[in-house]
């Protein structure tokens, strides 16, 4: 083994990468616009009544108006600019907080069935919950409107166990698919909670067909303890899933899955263990990450939003 194969390889990345550029005085362009407007304004408000007021009553008017254009420019919240922030904030209180999804497009009439919980007079409709994704095709795409996505399950690699040749090999890899990638792709990491009380299901209802009665034993004995670390402990597992995206009105839904199966062969090269989800694993993919607090299994296939939903015989 020669000496440099224990040397780990190292790169500094800037940490304010997505820092937008300084322009005059460290202040950014955004920041200088909000200045800038609110100096005009200012210089419009003493220009108008300047002469007419006196100068204590001037600068109390003032002095409200530079501060607020003060912490809208240089104000930071939760991450966001101030003025970013505000706006979010003013969407969401206009923004309804009650919706409904709807296929065509508009809410349904509730059934005659249904009970009615508010009085004619009082009742408003709720508005339709408009989601990212419109419809997901078989093939596992996800139309999402002005582009097309396909979802890619990778698993990790353990990096810190090879040598530095290695590293800087696997490095040099997945570097060399971030410079191939001609178009956005998101990499999501997440740990959701793991249902083992499903899996200690399913063995329990397996282990009535095993034969052997000692490995029939075994298998229920391994139920009962999945059961009780369910119950004492709380299970998670990290999922990596790699949304890759293409856009245009002809043949997209080509392009996207010639992209998923790219990101996955190169992947996979790394050492990671990588599959394209079709339509099924998709819609399961989706309907977890919905609601991540909730112990899901993502493993088996969801039906499709449009595919109709029939019992045996049907």
């Not at 078989?138 to 002005?146: I, K, M, N, P």
């Not at 810190?160 to 290695?166: C, F, S």
């Not at 499903?198 to 999945?226: G, K, M, V």
């Amino acid at each position: 083994m020669r000496p440099s194969d224990d040397i780990t390889p190292h790169a500094r990345i800037p940490a304010d990468v997505d820092t937008p550029d300084k322009i005059v005085y460290g202040l950014t362009a955004r920041q200088l616009a909000i200045l800038a407007v609110a100096g005009v304004i200012g210089y419009g408000i003493f220009r108008a009544v300047g002469t007419l007021l006196p100068q204590p009553v001037l600068i109390a008017i003032l002095t409200p108006l530079a501060g607020a254009a003060i912490v809208l420019a240089l104000g930071r919240r939760d991450g966001l600019s101030m003025d970013a922030w505000l706006l979010s904030a003013v969407r969401h209180t206009r923004s309804p907080k009650r919706l409904a999804p709807a296929a065509a497009g508009r809410p349904t009439a509730a059934p005659a069935w249904a009970p009615s919980t508010e009085t004619p007079a009082t009742a408003v409709p709720v508005p339709v919950l408009r989601l990212p994704a419109k419809a997901i095709s078989d093939t596992g795409v996800v139309d999402a409107g002005s582009h097309a996505v396909a979802l890619v399950a990778c698993t990790t690699v353990n990096i810190g166990l090879r040598t530095g040749d290695e590293q800087a090999a696997l490095i040099g890899s997945y570097g060399r698919w971030l410079n191939s990638l001609s178009g956005p792709v998101q990499i999501v990491i997440s740990a959701q909670r793991v249902d083992l009380s499903s899996h200690a299901q399913r063995i329990t209802d397996n282990a009535e067909t095993i034969a052997n009665p000692a490995l029939a034993d075994a298998a229920r004995d391994y139920a009962d303890f999945l059961d009780d670390l369910a119950a004492r402990r709380d299970p998670l597992w990290r999922t990596v899933t790699v949304a890759v995206t293409a856009t245009g009105n002809k043949g997209r839904d080509t392009e996207v899955l010639r992209r998923a199966e790219h990101a996955a062969s190169a992947l996979s090269a790394l050492g990671a263990q990588t599959a394209v989800l079709d339509g099924g694993r998709a819609a399961a993919v989706l309907t977890c990450a919905t609601d991540p607090y909730t112990p899901a299994d993502v493993t088996w296939a969801r039906a499709l939003p449009d595919a109709a939903i029939t019992g045996p015989g049907d």
